[in-house]
């Protein structure tokens, strides 16, 4: 009975170690207790971007993640058709919560 609770408590542990991990978001640079980091994605030969549109998707313990960051989805959101450029914000509190923002700007 001593060995099942050991094994039992083993897997909980593991799982939620390696979840973890799953709670950060891909970010240029990372802090394992704390991440706040904007960049760039890419940019185009556009001259203007006079609208701004975003979306964003969220993780909680890395074990359910939601929404949607596609740049598909910012553009439409601010009824964008030309690109002009694309900036990220990732942010993460000790794996727990993470989220990943992209901004398009474009006309």
């Known amino acids: ?3 099942i609770k ?3 408590a083993t897997i ?3 799982a939620t170690l390696f979840t973890g991990c799953g709670a950060f978001v ?3 640079v990372m802090g ?3 991440t706040d980091v904007k960049a760039p994605i ?3 030969s556009n001259t203007s971007a006079i609208k701004m549109g975003k979306a964003s998707a969220t993780s909680i313990l890395g ?3 939601t929404g949607d960051a596609s740049i598909e989805t910012a553009c439409k959101s601010a009824g964008i058709t030309k690109i002009h450029h694309v900036d990220f914000h990732a942010s993460s509190i000790l794996g727990i ?3 990943y923002t992209v901004y398009v700007y474009g006309e």
Request: a positive charge.
């Open 12 to 14: 909980i542990i593991s």
């Open 26 to 28: 891909i970010a240029p």
């Open 32 to 34: 394992v207790l704390y």
């Open 1 to 3: 009975m001593k060995k």
């Open 6 to 8: 050991y094994l039992i």
């Open 97 to 99: 919560v993470a989220t």
């Open 42 to 44: 890419t940019a185009t």
């Open 63 to 65: 074990l359910v993640a």
